[in-house]
């Protein structure tokens, strides 16, 4: 089912659409309800283009309204942006900050390319031209894109991995004991809510920050999966790290791009930035790092291209 707003613009493709969703008129952006196989719905925004799809995966306590910013800059572009709600967050429905695997975020995000296929008008299977995209995640929607770059290698054709949390920084993270612990909480009293420890909340904003026991224990899986598969990645990753990060922990990714010696892997440290690439006061020159990464490889419109190779005199 369709539904139109100002303009015939195409504000929803799913049958799951709300009825009280219509498009947003004050950012210009089309307010889409994803159907899921086998889930309720997930909320998602779209500022519409004819370049490639670019999918923006927000990190942990945050929501796509606080990309609004990065996806007006990206669709200037000519890029076709969606920013979809994790599932329990934001305007997604689910337990704030839970999930039972983390491959239920990747089972969204497959639905995700179904529809990016469908408002494109081409097929629906990860891989098919219409649904292969361009993942730019930040920090735990870093490691969500690089995840799904390595379980649906065919449906993403790069990946921007902004201040990846593939390691928590010294003294960022959970101690070793309670690593240990949360193998055992996490299946015993999966939906307890904790909260973060307010002395190791890095240089994130200052929302409150809560989370399930399952969610964190499946948060640490999902580092380790991510950590043993990246030398499995077959499409270009750019690598943005910020150098007064406290959260995410860039070294030892700067030592295996390093001794990786690939050929589509590109590594930026930032060194006046922290750990909030895109959304902070240094979001410009995060923003020309990746524009200048995806003119390199041609991902960019032509026209736009030109623009940017040709110099104003």
């Not at 894109?145 to 201040?163: F, I, K, N, R, Y």
Request: net charge positive; proline share 8%; glycine share 12%.
């Amino acid at each position: 089912m369709e539904r139109r707003g100002a303009g015939g613009y195409v504000a929803a493709l799913d049958q799951s659409l709300p009825d009280d969703c219509p498009p947003d008129v004050r950012g210009g952006t089309g307010l889409v309800w994803v159907s899921v196989p086998g889930a309720s719905p997930i909320f998602c925004r779209r500022w519409p283009g004819q370049g490639w799809p670019v999918v923006i995966l927000h990190g942990a306590w945050q929501e796509s309204a606080d990309y609004a910013g990065v996806a007006e800059r990206l669709s200037g572009w000519g890029l076709d942006v969606w920013v979809p709600d994790l599932r329990g967050f934001g305007r997604s429905p689910g337990h704030r900050c839970h999930i039972g695997s983390f491959e239920e975020y990747r089972r969204d995000l497959v639905a995700l390319l179904a529809a990016v296929g469908r408002a494109r008008g081409g097929g629906t299977a990860p891989g098919t031209p219409a649904t292969r995209v361009i993942a730019l995640g930040h920090s735990m929607g870093a490691l969500l894109a690089l995840d799904l770059a390595l379980a649906v290698p065919d449906g993403v054709a790069a990946v921007v991995a902004s201040a990846p949390l593939l390691q928590f920084a010294p003294g960022a993270g959970p101690r070793p004991w309670e690593r240990m612990a949360l193998r055992w909480l996490g299946k015993l009293m999966p939906t307890y809510t904790v909260r973060r420890h307010p002395g190791r909340s890095g240089d994130l904003r200052n929302e409150p920050r809560t989370m399930t026991l399952r969610w964190s224990a499946e948060l640490l899986r999902l580092q380790a999966r991510v950590r043993r598969g990246l030398t499995q990645l077959r499409c270009p990753v750019l690598f943005l790290c910020g150098q007064k990060d406290r959260l995410a922990d860039f070294r030892p990714l700067v030592r295996q791009v390093e001794s990786a010696r690939s050929s589509t892997w590109s590594l930026r440290l930032l060194p006046r930035q922290g750990h909030e690439l895109l959304t902070g006061s240094e979001r410009e020159s995060t923003l020309r790092e990746v524009e200048d990464w995806l003119v390199s490889l041609g991902l960019l419109p032509g026209a736009h291209r030109r623009a940017v190779s040709t110099p104003a005199p």
